[in-house]
C-alpha cells in the first residue's frame, strides 16, 4: 500500500530550525517525486518543497527559498525538510506527499491533485 509517517514538528521561536521527516513505512517502488505542503488556519493546502527522485531535482516555493531544504536519504525511503531562519508566517500543519505512478512535472509539483500519498501531518509553530 505505502504509507507516509511524518515527524519533528514541534514549537520554536522566530529565527530558530527544525526539521521535519518523511519516511515510507511500506513499498517504495514507483513513487516519483515527494513533496511537503502545509496548510495554516483558514487558508488552502500549498505546496513547500518538493523532491523529484528519477533527476533529484528540488523546487521551492518561493516564500522558503534560501531558508529551507529539501532532500533524500541513501535508502530513497525518507525525505527531509530542513528548515532555517523559521518566521511565525511558517507556523501551519505540515504535510508529506507522494506521487506514485503519476507524472511529476515541474509546473504542477504545487498542485495536490498530483499525489496519491499523504500523511497525517506534523504541527509547526513558531512564536515571535
Known amino acids: 500500500q505505502g504509507h507516509l509517517v511524518e515527524s519533528g514538528g514541534g514549537s520554536v521561536e522566530a529565527g530558530e530550525s527544525l526539521t521535519l521527516s518523511c519516511a515510507v513505512s511500506e513499498e517504495t517502488y514507483n513513487i516519483n517525486c515527494m513533496t511537503w505542503f502545509r496548510q495554516a488556519p483558514g487558508k488552502e493546502r500549498e505546496g513547500v518543497a518538493s523532491?523529484?527522485?528519477?533527476?533529484?531535482?528540488?523546487y521551492y516555493a518561493e516564500p522558503v527559498k534560501g531558508r529551507f531544504t529539501i532532500s533524500q536519504d541513501n535508502a530513497e525511503n525518507t525525505v527531509s525538510l530542513q528548515m532555517n531562519s523559521l518566521k511565525p508566517e511558517d507556523t501551519a500543519m505540515y504535510y508529506c506527499?507522494?506521487?506514485?505512478?503519476?507524472?511529476?512535472?515541474?509546473?504542477?509539483?504545487?498542485?495536490?491533485?498530483?499525489?496519491?500519498?499523504w500523511g497525517q501531518g506534523t504541527q509547526v509553530t513558531v512564536s515571535s
Open positions: 523532491f523529484f527522485h528519477g533527476g533529484r531535482t528540488t
Open positions: 506527499a507522494a506521487s506514485r505512478g503519476l507524472s511529476c512535472v515541474s509546473s504542477t509539483w504545487k498542485r495536490t491533485d498530483r499525489y496519491n500519498l
